[in-house]
């Protein structure tokens, strides 16, 4: 639903006689006029970025080449357009605000050769794209982005192997003059810190039939462009994945009356706003589900992280009935939605139809229903491709949604897989978590059933799951879409401590860090991954943390810097819960609470580190106190520490 919407249709047109233009500059501006980008038409499109008077992005180019023609080379200009977007949106899911404001300029070039090129300019960042008008498919073979950075910036990446890739490597930190062609690429989100204060934050939207572009060297202090090849043959390569025995010499075919993706940069000199913004969702196409309703985010409870080994208990722990239905009862006493029954319920990786012989899934599903607690099924990616029937019957069997795991690729067949699973699942009214998977583009807003995204080094990863890294998150990958990090470890422990097994899970960070990163962290599912006996047995902490709802009304960002620290603010209908966690570096951070109702007192509930839990994580203290829109709340977290509060 559209609260008001604005678009002034032409503001200027330019209409040039056809020929070849010569070093033509056209500019555009954020609303607030502070961000600028230059654009120069010459033997291709260059456009530069500046704030102020900073240069933060210089001689920059784009080309997009279908078969042997390259768009943005020699650019002819028939017309320009200008205009502007101001409009409130109410989100379908609202993991970061129930309004979500988009307000930019906009520039379309029409260029000869029936394509055009549009610049979106924001307050805090900028976008553009190709738009094509041809007939019947086009074969891209190639697309280029390229940035140059006028100063030495330091760049935050994650590099992997190769375009097969779980999309979870920590971040490495790279200087960009030393960046060179020879070191390995990097998925996005990237995170520049420029040489100045600002920082900027690349990714992509509206990502559809075609590939995720990944970022290189170009060796002369900046990044280019690079994409993995369309897949044509496969063969077998186990359980959960198949050998490419053929590529094309394309990386899309596609229509040739479409839009591509978006390619955008998040710019500002305050950290808060690479957090807080918006971009993914304003930038990409809009919900096309008529009916929404029945999508019901949550948190789940998951037996995988310790592998369903409970203790003190007086049945045989494992993936059976006696343990399922503990988790079922366990989720049902607090509240919490869903469970989840990761790989080893089924009695075959293979056959999403045939339960393990230990397991009565109807008796579950029957018995969940009974105590308010839906069931999730894990899958295979591969699964799911030769079974796609298994949506009808999960849904006929009163299945909730579906966790599909192991894509691990993100070329054009793989980003199409994406779009034909959730709408198949949303079909069947049946919401779905992708792990193994790629970061966020924009599938989510038009299937909002799609709740959440692994694609990060989450807790699952145990001991190399790292504060120091994922202090990262707020800022790159948790900000262009929501994250299934799998938090919440009662068995917390300092990063050089950490001996995390199957049997005793460990999860890195103090209590307080893991209680906090369910109001830090965004997810359409947030999954309680530790062991229900530890939960029971840490009673006030599981009751906060079943407490934290997964949507929101709104969020604020109260303090924040990149690699350092963060500390949100968010707002479900009169309650307020705030996190907070840190790098390895133990600190004091005081927040105004300014954003509460005026003339009113408060309670605020808090769990806060311990004094000794910079030596044992589990240290925590449990405190409450009144407070009001006048109040400076100060927080003392350790190293690799953290805070969480609700108020009410």
Request: aromatic share 12%.
């Amino acid at each position: 639903m559209i609260h008001k919407y604005f678009i002034s249709v032409l503001v200027a047109v330019l209409w040039l006689y056809g020929g070849k233009v010569s070093a033509k500059e056209i500019s555009i501006q954020s609303p607030d006029g502070k961000l600028k980008v230059n654009i120069e038409l010459k033997d291709k499109v260059y456009y530069s970025v500046y704030s102020g008077n900073d240069l933060l992005l210089d001689n920059c180019s784009l080309t997009l080449t279908l078969g042997d023609e390259i768009l943005g080379k020699e650019p002819r200009l028939k017309g320009v357009k200008r205009g502007k977007i101001d409009e409130s949106v109410k989100r379908e899911i609202p993991l970061k605000n129930a309004v979500v404001k988009n307000h930019c300029n906009t520039l379309r070039m029409n260029m000869a050769g029936n394509y055009a090129i549009e610049f979106r300019v924001f307050d805090k960042g900028l976008a553009y794209r190709f738009v094509t008008d041809r007939k019947g498919e086009v074969e891209v073979t190639g697309e280029d982005f390229v940035i140059h950075f006028p100063g030495d910036y330091l760049a935050h990446m994650s590099q992997p192997n190769g375009f097969k890739t779980s999309y979870e490597y920590p971040y490495t930190h790279v200087q960009t003059r030393e960046y060179k062609p020879a070191d390995r690429m990097s998925y996005l989100p990237v995170l520049l810190e420029t040489d100045k204060p600002y920082k900027i934050l690349i990714s992509e939207a509206d990502l559809r039939d075609y590939p995720c572009m990944f970022l290189q060297s170009t060796g002369n202090n900046g990044m280019q462009s690079l994409f993995p090849k369309c897949p044509l043959e496969f063969g077998e390569d186990g359980d959960r994945s198949v050998r490419i025995l053929k590529e094309a010499d394309y990386i899309a075919k596609t229509s040739g009356k479409r839009s591509f993706p978006w390619r955008f940069f998040v710019i500002s000199d305050d950290d808060r706003d690479l957090v807080a913004n918006e971009m993914v969702y304003n930038l990409s196409s809009p919900c096309e589900l008529e009916d929404y309703s029945w999508i019901q985010p949550g948190q789940v409870s998951w037996e995988w992280w310790h592998d369903a080994r409970l203790y003190g208990v007086d049945f045989r722990s494992g993936y059976n009935m006696d343990s399922y239905k503990y988790y079922i009862d366990f989720a049902s006493t607090f509240g919490i939605p869903y469970i989840i029954m990761d790989e080893g319920w089924a009695k075959s990786t293979r056959d999403p139809f045939t339960p393990n012989p230990t397991i009565d899934l109807q008796e579950l599903i029957k018995y969940g229903k009974e105590r308010n607690v839906k069931i999730v099924l894990w899958l295979t990616w591969l699964t799911v491709e030769n079974h796609f029937n298994l949506f009808k019957t999960f849904a006929d069997w009163g299945i909730a949604g579906v966790k599909i795991d192991f894509m691990d690729r993100s070329d054009q067949w793989m980003v199409n897989y994406y779009e034909r699973v959730a709408k198949e699942a949303a079909r069947h009214k049946l919401f779905v978590d992708f792990h193994g998977s790629f970061k966020p583009a924009g599938l989510e807003r038009r299937y909002p059933n799609v709740l959440s995204y692994e694609g990060v080094l989450g807790m699952e990863q145990g001991g190399n799951c790292k504060p120091a890294n994922s202090i990262y998150l707020p800022f790159m990958r948790n900000a262009v879409g929501p994250m299934d990090f799998t938090s919440g470890s009662m068995f917390s422990a300092q990063p050089e401590d950490n001996r995390s097994t199957r049997a005793n899970a460990m999860g890195s960070g103090t209590r307080a860090y893991q209680m906090a990163l369910f109001v830090v962290f965004e997810s359409g599912l947030q999954m309680l991954a530790d062991n229900p006996v530890y939960y029971y047995r840490e009673r006030p902490c599981t009751e906060f943390i079943s407490s934290v709802p997964v949507v929101w009304d709104e969020t604020k960002v109260l303090e924040a810097k990149v690699g350092e620290y963060v500390v949100i603010a968010r707002r479900s209908g009169e309650k307020w819960f705030i996190g907070a966690i840190t790098n390895n570096t133990g600190r004091e951070i005081e927040v105004n609470l300014d954003f509460l109702p005026k003339d009113k007192r408060l309670h605020l509930t808090y769990f806060e580190d311990g004094i000794n839990a910079d030596r044992q994580a589990m240290d925590y203290k449990r405190k409450e106190a009144e407070v009001t829109s006048t109040t400076k709340l100060t927080m003392k977290l350790v190293r690799n520490g953290g805070w969480a509060g609700k108020i009410e």
